[in-house]
């Protein structure tokens, strides 16, 4: 990683075509990231840059602390630059400046891209999440930092039984839907055989009319 500081000066002879070729690769960089879930004392996020070509400088800074990393093509690893952040209790900003590194723009700012990473949930692994998911606060990127665990095991039990509630009223309607079919059976069936014969007379009845008027 390059540890040079951000040059301010903009080079006086930079011209518009060569800026705006070094905007549309400076627009071309593509940045990204992973939450990496290995264990639950392990959750944290990768960012990863590419798309940095020769011409270009990134300065990364973000809005939890005074880290400032500088980036050119030779910190790529296989095309890739990689941030790795600890940070996954909250939501972070990172801020990404772009600055020419050659020709007449050397020095020049280009443009100014983000990215941010959201907080991680750590109540989306409780107990109550695994027997409820949909329950809102479970969501492994919902921001619960205003609920406490208290709190948001107490609404989750309430939501769970509203849902066994529900369930119940559900499987007791189907209950009785089978009970009265099933008192009824016998009238069903008394039905269905009678329009089944009532059906055959009518076939066997058109089926005499035809071939009486074939003799």
Not at 41 to 47: A, G, M, R
Not at 149 to 176: P, V
């Amino acid at each position: 990683m390059a540890l040079f500081s951000i040059n301010n000066v903009k080079a006086a002879s930079c011209n518009y075509k060569e800026q705006a070729k070094l905007n549309k690769e400076a627009a071309n960089v593509h940045k990204e990231y992973e939450f990496v879930g290995e264990d639950q004392l392990n959750y944290h996020f990768k960012i990863y840059l590419t798309n940095i070509t020769d011409n270009l400088r990134l300065v990364v800074t973000n809005n939890y602390n005074d880290q400032e990393l500088n980036i050119t093509k030779q910190d790529l690893v296989d095309g890739v630059y990689t941030i790795e952040t600890k940070i996954a209790t909250r939501k972070v900003k990172y801020n990404i400046e772009m600055y020419a590194t050659t020709g007449d723009c050397a020095g020049e700012k280009l443009i100014s891209t983000s990215i941010t990473t959201p907080r991680y949930n750590p109540y989306s692994t409780s107990y109550i999440c695994k027997q409820v998911p949909d329950y809102k606060y479970c969501g492994i990127f919902v921001d619960t930092s205003k609920i406490t665990y208290a709190k948001f095991i107490e609404n989750g039990e309430k939501y769970k039984q509203s849902l066994d509630k529900e369930d119940t009223k559900e499987k007791s309607l189907i209950n009785k839907i089978f009970s009265f079919l099933d008192g009824y059976k016998w009238y069903f069936i008394i039905c269905i055989i009678g329009i089944g014969l009532l059906i055959g007379i009518i076939i066997l009845k058109n089926k005499f009319k035809v071939s009486k008027r074939g003799f």
